[in-house]
């Protein structure tokens, strides 16, 4: 499984790619933060984490909109697996905007 992981990864190596455990508590201890998920609008709507706001990677205007966003803040990407988000965060990371990435994607958030 770590292998696929690694694998779905290639190209975002410069990415920061943190597990649900730490991904959540970079998350909830950084002033400034934006969880952003990156998947469609019908998987968001088909349930997200509280707060997060969607910003479809596989819409034609991710890229436009990904550029609207405030260098200020820092984003905390997801998806179905973290492959997408891991992409987005590669593209985002590129305009300058800092961003992590949850590896294994939205089921890997912490319950608790």
């Not at 975002?12 to 469609?40: C, P, W, Y």
């Not at 019908?42 to 509280?50: D, F, R, S, V």
């Not at 988000?85 to 319950?111: E, H, I, R, Y």
Request: proline share 1%; aromatic share 10%.
């Amino acid at each position: 499984m770590f292998g696929k992981i690694l694998k779905m990864m290639q190209g975002t190596s410069n990415v920061n790619h943190l597990s649900g455990t730490a991904f959540k508590a970079k998350f909830m201890e950084t002033q400034n933060a934006v969880i952003l998920d990156v998947r469609t609008k019908a998987e968001y709507n088909g349930g997200h984490l509280k707060g997060a706001k969607n910003l479809d990677f596989f819409s034609s205007n991710f890229g436009a909109e990904a550029q609207k966003l405030d260098k200020t803040k820092i984003y905390f990407l997801y998806c179905a697996s973290g492959n997408r988000s891991g992409k987005a965060c590669k593209m985002m990371d590129d305009l300058g905007l800092q961003t992590f990435n949850l590896v294994g994607g939205v089921g890997a958030w912490p319950k608790n």
